[in-house]
């Protein structure tokens, strides 16, 4: 990802990054006050391209996210909507701008009641901002809960108030907005659930914050799209052969051979050259009669780690996968963590999916302490818990920890010396370097058996053609997102790859032709 540079649109700020960006706004030379009339002027814009004229109440609070409030309100009463705004807090703790703005505004300013939502159409929701971090209590808690009762539509100012901006953790309870703007760039939240469910429609707007701001920021987090890693992609070659394009090598155990049958397809269909799928002799002519282009090695039975580990004397196997449907009862387990050792020990770009991060539940240092070479592993929350039990509870980083997908990732990636996929709806990839992509094409068809061992199949895949691991994981995930909508209601697992060549025929027109 040598090219991902900093002005990407696709950089995801933290609520504190983002105070670090508007200070260096004000450094060079944008005023707060025009920050906060941009961004109440974008949040007045959209609302009005959006609904038409009606009784709209103005809910502000403390901070400079009631400021923009003030703004807004403004805005919308000089477009002739009738507006009524209530303030929770006290004036002379206001900043001088959003204290300007509120001296502004002519109308009533009311006090916080849920009296107030009787002749409403539409709330704006400028209580808080992306940078909370307690639950809301007294009036701003009963409003909310009004607001969850009452189902009036919402536009929400930066984020729908009570979601950390950060982790996308809800404090204390949270009303959906069917709108939410949020200004110079997306925050995690915005991307992780449960905040990202309660956000509806995005709006990022800009608010004159200069972009060259960002090259002061180590920023690492990143929102997945091709833009990322596109120009590493790895399209065959015009004079190229297949051995061009690697050779995977895929292990299946003897039960479950539907698992490690759709990693192998799934490596062949996004472009290995050539792929091996290994298997103990008993379930061989099951492989090797379901299966055509992947060819299929027989391991011995009582040596099939040893098997395993000669084929890897071919050095042309350039990319491992391990996991799907390896098996973890009694013996299997023991070989699986032999075959995945032998893996490891190569230094050869590896994928570890399900069973082979289950098989060392209670020994993951094991098997961190292997890792030295490219590796991706990815695990569901239900394998992540599993292999990474003290990053789960840890308290360290904040109290809500647990809903931290992000920084779980992170360390998890970071102890493990693995690229970490951990997977879901909101699917963080984070590096052992500290970089992280939070992904957000997936549709929810893609909660069904099987996906998961898709997606090892196409990391594989572009693993074995010399994509480095973060790159590949973040291609493979989006990808996987894509084929999912491609295919929509009524996926099954075995679509994906059959789809996988009209996702990959868009994205080589709009990405491979400048
Ligand atoms: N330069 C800037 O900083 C800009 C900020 N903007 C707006 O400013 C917002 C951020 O402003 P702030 O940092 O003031 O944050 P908030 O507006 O979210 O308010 C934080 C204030 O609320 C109090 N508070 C926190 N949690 C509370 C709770 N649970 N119950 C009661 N009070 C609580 C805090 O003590 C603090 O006074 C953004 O969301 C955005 O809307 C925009 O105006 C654009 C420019
Ligand atoms: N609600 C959802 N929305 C989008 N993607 C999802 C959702 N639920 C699961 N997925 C994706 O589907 C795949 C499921 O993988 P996994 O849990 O390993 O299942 P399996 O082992 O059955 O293949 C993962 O890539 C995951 O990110
Ligand atoms: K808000």
Excluded at 73 to 81: C, F, N, S, T, V
Excluded at 93 to 105: D, G, N, Q, T, Y
Excluded at 362 to 372: E, H, W
């Amino acid at each position: 990802m040598a090219h991902m540079h900093k002005q990407y649109p696709q950089l995801l700020l933290t609520a504190s990054e983002m105070g670090m960006a508007d200070k260096s706004a004000v450094v060079a030379g944008v005023p707060v006050m025009d920050l906060m009339a941009a961004a109440g002027k974008a949040v007045a814009d959209a609302v009005l391209e959006r609904w038409s004229t009606c009784s709209v109440l103005v809910l502000c609070g403390p901070g400079n996210n009631g400021g923009d409030g003030f703004v807004v309100a403004k805005l919308l009463q000089a477009a002739g909507w009738s507006v009524r705004l209530a303030f929770m807090g006290s004036v002379e703790k206001l900043s001088p701008e959003a204290a300007c703005f509120f001296h502004a505004w002519q109308g009533e300013v009311e006090e916080y009641s849920v009296d107030l939502l009787e002749q409403t159409d539409l709330v704006i929701d400028a209580m808080f901002g992306a940078g909370l971090t307690r639950s809301l209590e007294g009036k701003a808690r009963d409003m909310v809960d009004a607001l969850i009762e009452r189902e009036i539509p919402i536009c929400a100012v930066d984020v729908p108030s009570g979601i950390d901006g950060t982790t996308g953790a809800v404090l204390g309870k949270v009303a959906p907005a069917e709108l939410t703007v949020t200004f110079f760039r997306k925050k995690p939240g915005h991307l992780l659930f449960p905040g990202r469910g309660l956000c509806g429609e995005l709006v990022v707007a800009d608010i004159g914050i200069p972009v060259t701001v960002l090259d002061e920021l180590n920023l690492q987090t990143w929102e997945n799209s091709p833009e990322l890693w596109y120009r590493d992609y790895p399209w065959p070659r015009l004079d190229g052969h297949k051995f061009h394009r690697g050779h995977a090598l895929v292990f299946g155990g003897e039960n479950i051979t539907g698992a490690s049958r759709l990693t192998a397809r799934s490596a062949m269909r996004i472009g290995a050259g050539l792929v091996t799928l290994a298997a103990p002799i008993k379930a061989w002519a099951v492989y090797a009669t379901a299966l055509t282009g992947v060819m299929v090695a027989k391991l011995e039975q009582s040596q099939e780690a040893e098997d395993f580990e000669e084929l890897l004397l071919d050095t042309r196997h350039n990319a491992i996968a391990v996991g799907p449907g390896a098996g973890l009862a009694g013996f299997e387990s023991i070989r699986t963590r032999k075959i995945v050792l032998a893996a490891l020990i190569t230094g050869r770009a590896t994928v570890l999916d399900a069973d082979a991060l289950s098989a060392f539940a209670n020994d993951p240092q094991t098997l961190f302490d292997a890792i030295n070479g490219p590796c991706v592993m990815t695990p569901h929350e239900g394998e992540f818990a599993r292999l990474f039990p003290k990053i789960n509870k840890s308290p360290e980083i904040n109290n809500n920890l647990a809903d931290d997908k992000l920084t779980r990732a992170r360390l998890a990636a970071k102890q493990s010396g693995a690229v970490v996929v951990l997977k879901g709806a909101d699917t963080v990839i984070a590096s052992p370097d500290g970089r992280a992509i939070i992904n957000s094409n997936a549709p929810a068809d893609l909660a069904t058996g099987g996906s998961g061992d898709v997606l090892a199949g196409f990391i594989l895949g572009l693993l074995a053609q010399g994509m480095s691991p973060f790159d590949a994981a973040a291609a493979a995930v989006w990808m996987h997102g894509e084929v999912g909508n491609e295919v929509g209601a009524g996926l099954i697992a075995e679509d994906l790859p059959e789809h996988l060549p009209k996702v990959l025929a868009v994205f080589k027109r709009q990405y491979l032709s400048p």
